[in-house]
């Protein structure tokens, strides 16, 4: 747990160059990522049931003062990687299905969230190193490669491959340039 925390804080040091203390006081993003972390690890624990129930139940308040106060969402129950980022604050809706591969970063007013009919409902799954542009909306059963960039402002609603970058409403491939200089 304090691993997976404190990959999330250095990944925010290698950014801004500011101390741990500095981060903690200063970036909304951070804060709401160690209430999920938390409320994440009691969710996948294997204490009993009603015990959980308690924890999760006192989680949940942290989680609301959070969602209130930053404007961020994240769920206990998605599936978030390591070395997580938030780049700005405000806006963020994940669903509590989504599922985020490591070493990823979001910018303010992305959603990730359920969309479709039928077979095609569902919510997205997002593969490593992967940087979400400004108010982009990812939606739907679809999966989003490693490497990519989602640009700002776009609506991807179809799977897309490895080591691209995505553009538009609806999004289409502009380039085969990846995330590395993103991320």
Known sequence: ????????????KRYSGKSSIYLLIT???????????INNKIFNSRTPKWLKNIFLGVGLLFH???????????????QIGNDF?????GGIIINSKAIIGNNCNISQGVTIGVSGRGPKRGVPRIGNNV????????????????NVVIGANSLVIESVPNNCTMLGVPATKVSDNNSEFYI
Not at 1 to 12: A, E, F, N, P
Not at 64 to 78: C, D, M, N, R, V
Not at 131 to 146: H, T
């Open 1 to 12: 747990m304090c691993h997976i925390l404190s990959g999330d804080l250095k990944k925010y």
């Open 27 to 37: 970036q909304q993003g951070l804060w709401a990522i160690f209430v999920y972390r």
């Open 64 to 78: 609301k003062f959070i969602e209130i106060i930053t404007g961020i969402s994240l769920p206990y129950s998605a």
């Open 85 to 89: 980022y938030i780049g700005h604050f």
């Open 131 to 146: 940087y979400i542009g400004a108010n982009a909306v990812i939606v739907g059963d679809i999966f989003i490669g490693d």
